[in-house]
């Protein structure tokens, strides 16, 4: 038989939420659980709420998201391990700037939760174990490399780390249908990006069964795109500078060889045409670059260089748009 666990009320003036419940593992065997649903919970109750209330607190505050970031200082176009990478190195930085992060899928992070073939431990080169020293992820050290005893601990703890940013808005389930862009002659394709053109996933998967249902848009100065290697989402961006001649041509993802293709991805993380910085495994698309496989040390390395990298282009835009 399983030992009873002791469940203990705290007293409500110690915890943000009136009623939380804390487990006591030192008590054991002192109360049943049928001793604490019987005194404890047997008239509970939760305040009463009409279902119109539920509809209006969700719509209420999405849409005044959507009117805040319409204009967005930063637009991060995907939210694998190096856009929320990318992400926690812009918000702790620089607080003052608004960032909106696009995800396609219902549930961000991307390839990271879990590790290579469906395993669960995650592993990283140094030096990116600081990253998660940083952001208090434990791991076993192995010498040039550490583990993280399940990816989806980092995710996760990116993740909350991210969302807990008041300057930082996710928009999961939205995909990026297209680029906003303006002429700019001294650039290649003549054509600098101004902000990204959006969809909620689910509409944008039935353009080829429906009639016109026409997107919305976010201006922005600076767009980093991380969405992956070629693939369902992958590539978007990079795709669509070749379709509009921006970039003549894509390299092509290379096999893999994870010496090569970590340290390329983090070094060549930049600005590919003006106003678009592209970072992680959608750069590899771009420059030819190896596979790395299981192993997520570039993407976030390559998260906080774009981070960098978009400050630069910011501050670059701002001095002009002032002059």
Same mark, same amino acid.
């Given at each position: ?7 203990? &009320? ?5 915890? /943000? ?12 065997? +002192?109360? +049943? ?49 190096? =856009? #929320? ?30 590790? =290579?073939? !469906? ?12 990253? !998660? ?8 050290? @192995? ?11 980092? +995710? $996760? ?10 300057? &930082?808005? !996710? ?29 909620? %996933? ?12 026409? /997107?919305? +848009? ?8 991380? %969405?992956?290697?070629? =693939? /369902? ?9 070749? $379709? ?6 894509? =390299? ?16 060549? %993380? ?5 106003? #678009?910085? &592209?970072?992680?495994?959608? !750069?590899?698309? &771009? ?7 299981? %192993? ?15 400050? $630069?282009?910011?501050? @670059? ?7």
């Amino acid at each position: 038989m399983a030992p009873a666990v002791t469940v203990d &009320v705290v007293e409500p003036a110690t915890l /943000p939420h009136k009623g939380s419940v804390a487990i006591s593992n030192d008590k054991l065997n +002192t109360k +049943t659980a049928d001793d604490v649903a019987e005194g404890k919970w047997k008239d509970f109750s939760f305040d009463a709420i009409r279902e119109s209330q539920v509809a209006r607190a969700m719509a209420r505050r999405y849409f005044n998201d959507l009117d805040r970031y319409a204009e967005s200082d930063i637009v991060i176009v995907g939210a694998g391990s190096c =856009g #929320l990478s990318t992400a926690y190195t812009l918000a702790k930085a620089r607080p003052d700037l608004k960032i909106a992060i696009i995800e396609a899928s219902v549930s961000p992070g991307g390839g990271a939760w879990l590790g =290579g073939q !469906l395993f669960s431990a995650m592993v990283m080169r140094k030096p990116a174990n600081k990253f !998660l020293i940083d952001i208090g992820v434990p791991f076993e050290d @192995e010498g040039p490399y550490v583990v993280v005893k399940h990816a989806a601990l980092f +995710t $996760s703890t990116l993740l909350s780390k991210v969302l807990a940013f008041p300057n &930082v808005k !996710l928009f999961n389930a939205t995909s990026v249908e297209d680029l906003i862009t303006r002429r700019d002659e001294s650039a290649p394709g003549g054509v600098r990006i101004a902000g990204v053109v959006t969809n909620w %996933t689910l509409v944008a998967m039935h353009h080829e069964d429906q009639s016109c249902m026409d /997107p919305s +848009t976010i201006n922005a100065p600076v767009i980093i795109s991380t %969405t992956g290697h070629d =693939g /369902p989402f992958g590539a978007f961006s990079v795709k669509r500078l070749v $379709s509009m001649q921006a970039l003549e041509r894509l =390299g092509g993802m290379r096999g893999l060889d994870m010496n090569t293709a970590e340290d390329a991805i983090v070094r060549g %993380t930049r600005e590919i045409v003006p106003g #678009l910085i &592209v970072g992680g495994m959608e !750069l590899s698309e &771009v420059d030819g670059a190896n596979r790395m496989g299981p %192993t997520f040390g570039a993407m976030v390395l390559s998260g906080m260089k774009a981070a960098e990298e978009a400050l $630069s282009v910011f501050e @670059e835009r701002k001095k002009q748009n002032a002059a």
